[in-house]
T-cell receptor, first 112, second 115 residues
Framework: AQSVTQLGSHVSVSEGALVLLRCNYS??????LFWYVQYPNQGLQLLLK??????LVKGINGFEAEFKKSETSFHLTKPSAHMSDAAEYFC??????????FGTGTSLTVIP | GAVVSQHPSRVICKSGTSVKIECRSL??????MFWYRQFPKQSLMLMAT?????????EQGVEKDKFLINHASLTLSTLTVTSAHPEDSSFYIC???????????FGPGTRLTVT
């Protein structure tokens, strides 16, 4: 069985500060991992994905994530937060693509 | 590439009526489509998985007679909420996956409000 845990349902950072959103997964097989962003009343937009290639994955809007197998983690980071980054972020895991397991989401607030 | 659309984006209907939501893959053939439901401030909950030309597979606890899913073509799946009630009000999101890929591409969602 697979699952995703996102630590911190709400994260607040100052504009220009480092963004760190945590995601830990459990999977019995090598997983595919994703980070999505959701703005109010919109669908999910893919930020980045891990597909067993490079462990450091770069995505859109300056975000990146590092796959750490030993820690079963896939934390999302951005060096400098922008006001437009305020949104809901979801981590997801799948092994075959048939079933996506989503975390409970982290709401990011950026303080001017 | 890999764009998924949903229609309508918002719908308001009266209690007891039925409403149909369409999900289309615009630039690829979607052999599998997925329907999710999202309550406010919560994560996505998978409702059902449908393969083109086959009956949908519903997740435990999802009423298949209430949420009718049809995946008649490789680019279109529909979700019909029958005899809608206020508790069916929610944000419904579809996703689609092509052949030989693990990635799901998500639609923009449909906000259903039942009055």
């Amino acid at each position: 069985a697979q699952s995703v845990t996102q630590l911190g349902s709400h994260v607040s950072v100052s504009e220009g500060a480092l963004v760190l959103l945590r995601c830990n997964y459990s999977s019995s097989v090598p997983p595919y991992l994703f980070w999505y962003v959701q703005y109010p009343n919109q669908g999910l937009q893919l930020l980045l994905k891990y597909t067993s290639a490079a462990t450091l994955v770069k995505g859109i809007n300056g975000f990146e994530a590092e796959f750490k197998k030993s820690e079963t983690s896939f934390h999302l980071t951005k060096p400098s937060a922008h006001m437009s980054d305020a949104a809901e972020y979801f981590c997801a895991v799948t092994d075959t693509g048939n079933q996506f397991y989503f975390g409970t989401g982290t709401s990011l607030t950026v303080i001017p | 590439g890999a764009v998924v659309s949903q229609h309508p984006s918002r719908v308001i209907c009266k209690s007891g009526t039925s409403v149909k939501i369409e999900c289309r893959s615009l630039d690829f053939q979607a052999t599998t489509m997925f329907w999710y439901r999202q309550f406010p401030k919560q994560s996505l909950m998978l409702m059902a998985t449908s393969n083109e030309g086959s009956k949908a597979t519903y997740e435990q606890g999802v009423e298949k007679d209430k949420f009718l899913i049809n995946h008649a073509s490789l680019t279109l799946s529909t979700l019909t909420v029958t005899s809608a009630h206020p508790e069916d009000s929610s944000f419904y999101i579809c996703s689609a996956r092509g052949t030989g890929t693990y990635e799901q591409y998500f639609g923009p969602g449909t906000r259903l409000t039942v009055t």
